[in-house]
């Protein structure tokens, strides 16, 4: 047939050129008639053949091959007729150019159908093959499987016999069809095998039929039979491999006979061949390394022709990319890398000490397995990994979105909106990809999944055209651009929860996974033993896909928890989980080929078991990671199993009680293989625990056959209630037996001796209450409490023997008082005396927070414990509206135990403390819990009645009161006195807020009553503020807080005195205008105390307090939307009592302490606005108070309230606006606080050491919040957002590190390791904190010129503070210096390691000079005489300053031209606020003025030393000058007109200043704007060259893609450059060669011309010579007397010839394509142009060699 389609094809060449000919001479076509009467006849022939054979595929039940094979042949027929009506068409019409199109289409189509008629007919043989080969296995099973002396036995032997000769013929026949010479030789070698084999198979079987007492002939029988198994598996790959045609066109398809399983089977033969190979080097085994060589490059082969087979039927470009990747990779390995690993093996073995050798025998090794390892994952279906990675990119696209709007740019924006859309979609499409691949009991759920977020999704891409539009026409709109934030965020978290969704996996599927791991390898081992090379394989691959499973359920059970420790150990593990399946899976091959090759070798087998150890690590690793998870689900399983059982056995349903009972003993058993895994992995690290495990499993496993016993009496005894309370009894056991091994596992002693601590608390109170009631607790109850007494004495022990010092004698103190305790309370039970037991038990409570407080952790017990109650108590809020009563039950419970936990904790810090905050602590903690008390019953209530919208409403006040209250609860606790001064403001503020209404209403009991309070309040306010002023260093500060006490307490005296006249003369209103007046300067005085004494970095107090009070107004805003008339009083009276105005003067007090005066300008701004609103806001509310029923009260509430809410975000925006100068804030702030640890702990000053530490946790704790924020604005940079995560998740680990270490070494004064230890964790941590400020900018370069920028205005600003005789501003400005200024110039010179090299020399030089300058700065500034010598260091500074800046930034001018704007917007409001003679607004908005000044000063100074000429560098400096002397002036011009606006002098004066700035500021902008025309130029001559360079580059690849075809040619003319050509046989075989290369380069020419007539003619001519230079092959073979280079002499010069007409063919197909480019024809004939010259040299080659070995 393939001589047919040569013959075929020569005719269709002929005619597709006469065809082209006519074409570009615009002449007739010649007659073709007879061309296509011969190509008719041939095709005729072929399709009858074709329709014939095609009946042979029903034999093997394939209708859809047979009916491909006619419909193939219908379509060859159609072409073959419209050749035919082509050439009719032209004899009557020579030039028609219809005819000649329909010419080359039916030429075209001819060549395709014939190409698939062959391989379909090449893929009947194969298939014929294959099913042979099947039959000899079964045949083979029947003949072993006979027993001694069956009749059948020689009827089983003739027909084994019979099939094994046929399929040997099959095989010879195979091998003829065959060219690659690899594939043919294992063939052959498949072929002798199976002879080989055949024989003493029968032989052994004839034995043992003969003699039933041969069991060594029927063992013999069965070895044989396995060797024939592999030889019949190999027959069959090779088969497979073999089903190709010589025609490689890309378009044939539908052939494959190979799926994914074959492929991972093949990369793990791969893997195990590797380890084969290693060991045998390692053992200088050299021809076991030689063969498992040659079995490793068969293995890859086969890979990559399965992988080749696959991506054929690839429909999804992104896979079908992944494929040619790795199949790309994987043959360079075989074409480049193993003949140099062949070679690295030798050195090896001949010097095993040769280490070059060896790293680069590793580093092929690796290449070999990313590359097996490329083409298994380009395979594997999509996952949620793939789609997680897919969600996270899309926040690039968001992220220009963003940009774009806030630009301005509506033509970017709708690009990016479409590239957003587009990701969005391509979730979606993967998603349901996804689910539609996944298992049958996953697949509805998932589906279901995808379709509710695809709605949400379909939804929000739908709005996001119109969103960014409208936010782009209007950038300056705060409100339409988040509006589009907020869809975008919904994009996000859709897709998250899209990726939550798909993750399939949990905790319980782990050990499931686990359980069956073990079973696998135990199949594994059996089919090792039986020889069963195809099992062993099976097992294998079932190892490797339970290590995957595990893998993806790992990650699942990482992304859903909600725990962050489990989420964290998971992501470790599958951080490298990968790599080390590979390696397990790669070691467990290696060994199992071993074991295979060497069955009697029990090293092995020991080896095996090695390999599989590591197997199980891993696993349960998986399963330890997840074990709290798992074990706080089966827990709750478990107590609902218990408590079915129960209720069914009282109602008498004992088959539930069966059902329950079976399932609760599963449940446990379960919790005990999990436990025994945790175990496991803790026997090294924590024996003891692992041990206390161990116990608890034991307990937990030996309670089921009690559990047992129970239930059969009660079946046996119905009603009886002591057997009844015998199973209650023995369930509640159970179930404080799993609690107990749930805790043990999940926690460490610490950890278990605080939860067994608030068990026990609960249970006195519970005692205590009986007691109070005059009720004796029963014997059972106190047994209970003894056994958790007893256990908890045990768990102080354990902790007491790791601990040292006064730590550990406290706790053993308190666990012996304990124990001694807990005797005489049993006694006391049991001789009845209650007054005695009620002693007993506040003696208990007292021993049992002593115990725990021993332990020296308090308040980290108790943030952790409140963490984990607002986790729980989030989970029941979400679980509400969409479980049942009793599925709320479990995560009712949940919250039960967690808030025992932190009201327990919170009552043992609270017997720490000072009586008042003692007192404020247990009324938050009394208060907490009546609100919880409560929300059960709501919950129920609202469940019964879901339609109910008060009820509904009722819940979700209580979850947000106890929200609320659990802060609370953590002020009061917390031991930071800023922070109980803080929360001391804030009930001042709610006192004078009850004050002022009481005075409105002139109520004098409750007016005495607030005012009472609120003075009390004042004098610990004071108390509290004396003691944070006593900490504070500088002494100018800290007179000044002391100052500011001492005004608060004469306010207060003030205030008291008012609300006595005010009250009693109710009607005069200059009383109280006075009381008014007495009452704002008391609340500006307690916040002024806060902000005096205060460490905390203003901004970060400025947000938290607008967050909470933004969040007070949503919650007012959406009970006053409801209309419930009930919640509208509480939220009204809530709102009323909060103390709004106390809260924004704090805010007012701490916004006027921020730094940076533009944000302090705006911030005040809008805190001024949102005054105004409260001054509108309080009125109504009291108003609204009044008159429930007013509607029109209520909506002006609910309007102030929106305004409100709107103000107080936009605070919060304003102060977080600048990330980048946070950060820089945050680290100093966390440096100081570092460095008072450091005093605190030299001086064994453990308040200092208190302080600093807490605050450092505070700030660190700020700072990781702004690195995260930062890190969401970085999502352009995905590397950079990667950076600020990591360096957010070091700062957590290190400050808590930090925090352990001074934790250890306060209790361990005289120890000099702890005191190292604890210094070291500070230097660790300041080192993570020094990165934060470099990395809040996108560069180096960046955050060196901002740096720069800040301390210019900083420094500027002294300056002007001196000029205009202002001793606070030079202070203030001084402290900023030498504070964060020192700090920023220290941070500046180590960030220099991140410029180029280019730059980093220079800048490090003018890096020197600041350094040099900036402290004789900082020293004058706090001269109050040292203005001159500050002025003098200042002007140097900023000439180093400007030097920077021209060093890192390539064009300054782009800022000067951005700010030049942006002073002239700040003189315009500057000018606003003078004119409404706003003094504050007047102050601030002068300093930020003069701020921008600085700035642009310095730039411009930069820009000087880049100007183009000395002409604009001089303007430059003189406007720079200019700028600098008005603005000195400024900031007392400005003050002086804003106080008296009336003053014409004044307003002159000011006006002058004003203009002369601008005036500078102008001349600057217009000589930056020259400067960037002149850069533009440059920059623009550059890209043209570049473009230019670029253009000549891609002309020359051009080129040599051109000549790839004449480079082909080049090494067959050089192969043949040695030898002669004559007329010899060899000479003549040479000589076509030569004739070859020559055509080979005429092609390349006409290629490049796309000259059609001439590369068909080439391609002819090829064809010729090609089948010439076989002829002569075959006479040099008859020569050689080698058999191996005989073959290789016909194969390659077959296989040239194939080459070369396919080649032919394809050049004819490719001329008869009118919509074919050149470019696609050229590579075509490149590859086959290569593959063709690659044969010719093979051929050569192996002939030079023959001719020597001639005959």
Partial sequence: MEALLESVSDAVSAMVLYSVEADESNAKVLDIAQGSAVVKAASDYLCDMAVKSADLWIKFNQPAMQKRMVDVASNLRQSVNEISQAASELEQSQYSKTAKKLLLKGAKGVMEHMVVLLQTADLYEVTRGIRSCARVTAKKKVLVSLGHGESFFVTAAQEFVTHTVETGKLIQKRIKDIDDYQLKKRLEECGEALRINTEPLLRFMTEYMRDAMNTQAQQDAQVASARLDEVVQETIVVFKLSAKSPFDLSMISDLDLKDDVDLRDAAMRVAGLMGVLQGAIQRGDAPAAKAALKALKIALGDQISTAQQLAKSCGDPGKLVQYENAIRAAQSIIDSDLPSFSKSIEELLRRPDNSTALNRLKALMGHIRDASNMMVSAS?????????????????????????????????????VTDVQQAARAQLLMADQISQGARPEHRDRLLQGVKALKMNIDRLVAALPDAAQRAAYEPANQHLYAMLDSVLQDLTYNGKQLVETVSVGTPHDLLMSHRALGNEYATLVSALDRTDRKAAQSALRQINDILTDELVYARAVARKTDNPLIT???????ANGQQRIADIISTLGRYSEESLDDPANQANRSNLDRAFADAELLSSQFVGAASRDFMLESGQKLRG????????????????SAAAIKSAVEEARMQAEAAELVAMSLSTTDPERAARIREYAQQLLSMGPTLVGSLKKVIAAPGDQAALGELSANAGAMGSMSDQLIRATTMDADEELMHAAALIDTEVRNMKDMVASGKMPNPAQMTNLAKLVMSQIKLANIVASKKGGAKNEGLIKASQLMADLIKNMVGAVRDGNLAGLESMLDTAAQLNASLVAARGKLEDDFETATAELKRHLDILEQRVPTQSQAQLQGAIRDVDGSLARATFLAHAIARQAEPERQKQIMAAVTELQGLYQALPPAIHAHKGRPADPALAARVTSLFGDIHASIATVANATTSSGEERLFARAAQIGQDLARLEDAVARNN????????????????????LAKVQAEQIRDPAQRKAALEQIDRLEKFAATLSSAVKDTLAKPGDQAKRQKFLEALAATREAVAQVVTGSSSILPEERVHDIAQAMQEEMQKLAAVLQRGNPQEIANALSRIQQYGLQQQADILRAYASSVSDPRVRRDALEAAAEFDRTLAELIPAIRAAQANPGDKAAIQKVLAGANDAERILGNICTIVTAHPESRLASLSHMIAEDTSLIRDGLSKKNAVEVNAGGLNAKRDTAHLVKAIRLTADGARSNPARRQQLLQLADRLDTSIAALAAAVRD???????????????????????????????????????????ALKLAGDAARVDIAFENKDAAGVASGARLLEGTGSYQVSLMHKALEGLPEERRAHATQVMQQIQKVYPQVVASSKDPKGHAQYKTSNLALQDALSQL????????????????AQMDREFDRLTASVKKGDVAGTESGAAAAVFVAAEQAVLARALARQASTPARAQELSSAAAELDKAARLLPRVALEAAAKPSDKAKQEAFAQAVNAMRVANRKLVANGQEERVVRERAEQERVRAEQERLEAERQARERAKQDEMASAALRVQESIKDVKVDNTVWGKLYGTARDIAQLMEQMSAMSAANDKRGMIETARQLAVQSATYVQQAKAAAEKCTDPKLKDQIMIHSQAAKNWAVQLKVITAVKAASDDDDASSTRAQLVKCAKSLAKEVVSCVDATKIAAIRSK
Wanted: a negative charge; one cysteine or more.
């Fill in 380 to 416: 594997s279906a999509y996952n949620a990994d793939d789609l997680e990675e897919l969600v996270d990119g899309m926040g690039l696209p968001i992220a220009r979105l963003a940009q774009a709007v806030q630009r301005g740019d509506i033509a970017d924006a709708a690009k990016y």
């Fill in 568 to 574: 964290e150990a998971l992501n470790t593990l599958c």
């Fill in 641 to 656: 199993h218990l408590d079915a059982l129960v209720l069914s056995a009282q109602r008498g349903d004992y088959q539930a």
């Fill in 1004 to 1023: 004098q009991a409750e007016a005495n009553a607030a005012l009472q309070s609120a003075v009390a309040g004042i004098r610990v306010q004071a108390q």
């Fill in 1305 to 1347: 070494s306060q209790s361990k004064p005289a120890d000099a390791q702890a005191q190292r230890t604890a210094l070291s964790a500070i230097e660790l941590h300041l080192q993570s904190v020094g990165q934060a400020s470099t990395l809040g900018h996108d560069q180096v370069a960046i955050f060196l010129e901002e740096t």
């Fill in 1445 to 1460: 800046i021209a060093i890192v930034n390539q064009a300054p001018e782009e800022r000067i031209i951005t700010l030049g």
